[in-house]
Structure formats: structure tokens, C-alpha cells
């Protein structure tokens, strides 16, 4: 019943706890996703009356708080890199060299991310920092999709892993003597048979199709434990 437990507590996990993630890290993006936002605000208001006034004080004051934002939406940026990386190690053996290979590209982009303080902060005009936000703009589409295929494979082990552990627990409970057992497990080897073909088409799907995909694919993972749950409870009823 141990496994059964485990299987209702990975399927009911959250995004940012969908993996044993050592808590630090989400603490810390959320951390830095705050200081963002308010730096942020704080730059729409700077920017406001430098747009009201053009004096040199406002520019300065618009200089800093860009290159505050600026640095402060890298560190957001980058913790989140982090937590998608520890995540893709909790079901590392499920499809090891793709995770892998996701997070050497998330590190790499990580790296990339600490190294633009060096471009930042020697930044003195507002010219200087509009290239800087290009080439940030520029970068984040290849960010971007680094991040929604980690965040797919990461849906895709966690739920290869559930797929797997059902079938176990599937052929475990089959093994208990019982007349109506066939009749009851029928329908829960149909539903197992269908989970792949939804694995093999996020797998092989661009990032909003896969997302799809997934959440049709954790409904059916939940009818199965569902229908596991019930006949556990026939069987083991007096």
C-alpha cells in the first residue's frame, strides 16, 4: 500500500513541487521574482516623469533604475533556469540523456545570464542600455524555448514515472486470488494502454500542443489510480 500512497502524492504535486525540489531554490526564485517586480515599479515610475521632465537628474535616476531592473529580472530569470535543472533530476532515469541534455543547455544559459552583470553595470547612457535589452530580447527567444521543452520533458518523466509505478501496482494487486478479478481489471489495462500513445505525441509536439497532451494524459493517470484505488479496497475489503 506504500506504492499506493506514493502514487497519490505525485499525482496531486503542484508545478513548483512536482519533484523532491530542495526547497531553497524555489524560495530563492520567488525571492528574486519579488525584488523584480518592485525594482520593476519602480522603473515605470521613473521612466513616467523622465518622460515628464527631461531633465538630467530624471535621466539619471532612469539610467540606475534601469540597470537595477535590468539586473534584477536576470536573477529572476536565472533562479527559475535553476529550479527547472533540480527538477529534471528527480526522474533523471526515465529519459536520461534528453534531461540531460536540457540541463547542460539550462546551465549553459544560466552562465549567460550571471555574465551580463559585466555588460550592465559599466552602462552609462540610456542608448547603451536599449542595445543591452536587444540583445537580451534576442537571446530570450532561445531562453524561451529552452525553457517550455524542460518544462515538457519534466511533465513527461513525472508522468512516464506514474506510468510506470501503475503498471507495477497494476500487476501486483492482479496477483491476489479472486474470482471477478479479470472483469475488474479490464478496463484499467485499456486505460494503461492509451498513457503512452499521449507520452509519445507530447514528446514529438510543439510546447502548447504537448501541454495538451499532458493535462488529457494526468486525467487519465488519475482515473487509473482511481479505479486501482477502488478495487484495492474490493479486494482487501472483509
Not at 497519490?8 to 519533484?19: E, I, M, P, Y
Request: charged fraction near 15%.
Amino acid at each position: 500500500m506504500y506504492l499506493l500512497a506514493f502514487l497519490l502524492s505525485l499525482l496531486s504535486s503542484t508545478v513548483f513541487a512536482q519533484t523532491q525540489n530542495p526547497v531553497q531554490y524555489v524560495n530563492d526564485h520567488f525571492y528574486q521574482l519579488s525584488t523584480y517586480q518592485k525594482d520593476y515599479s519602480d522603473y515605470q515610475e521613473k521612466y513616467q516623469i523622465h518622460q515628464k521632465f527631461s531633465a538630467i537628474s530624471t535621466e539619471n535616476d532612469l539610467i540606475n533604475s534601469t540597470k537595477k531592473v535590468f539586473l534584477s529580472r536576470n536573477l529572476a530569470l536565472r533562479t527559475y533556469l535553476t529550479v527547472l535543472r533540480i527538477n529534471l533530476n528527480s526522474h533523471l532515469d526515465v529519459h536520461p540523456q534528453t534531461s540531460l541534455d536540457l540541463q547542460t543547455q539550462l546551465k549553459n544559459q544560466e552562465k549567460w545570464l550571471n555574465q551580463q552583470k559585466q555588460t550592465i553595470d559599466p552602462a552609462t547612457t540610456l542608448d547603451q542600455l536599449q542595445n543591452i535589452g536587444k540583445k537580451f530580447s534576442n537571446t530570450y527567444l532561445q531562453i524561451e524555448k529552452i525553457i517550455n521543452n524542460s518544462a515538457t520533458q519534466n511533465q513527461i518523466n513525472r508522468q512516464t514515472k506514474i506510468y510506470q509505478l501503475l503498471k507495477q501496482l497494476n500487476s501486483d494487486i492482479q496477483q491476489t486470488p479472486t474470482q471477478k478479478i479479470s472483469e475488474w481489471f479490464t478496463n484499467i489495462d485499456n486505460q494503461l494502454e492509451q498513457i503512452p500513445q499521449f507520452l509519445q505525441k507530447a514528446t514529438s509536439s510543439s510546447y502548447y500542443n504537448a501541454r495538451e497532451e499532458l493535462q488529457s494524459n494526468q486525467v487519465n493517470l488519475q482515473q487509473v489510480l482511481n479505479n486501482l484505488k477502488t478495487v484495492t479496497v474490493k479486494i482487501y475489503s472483509p
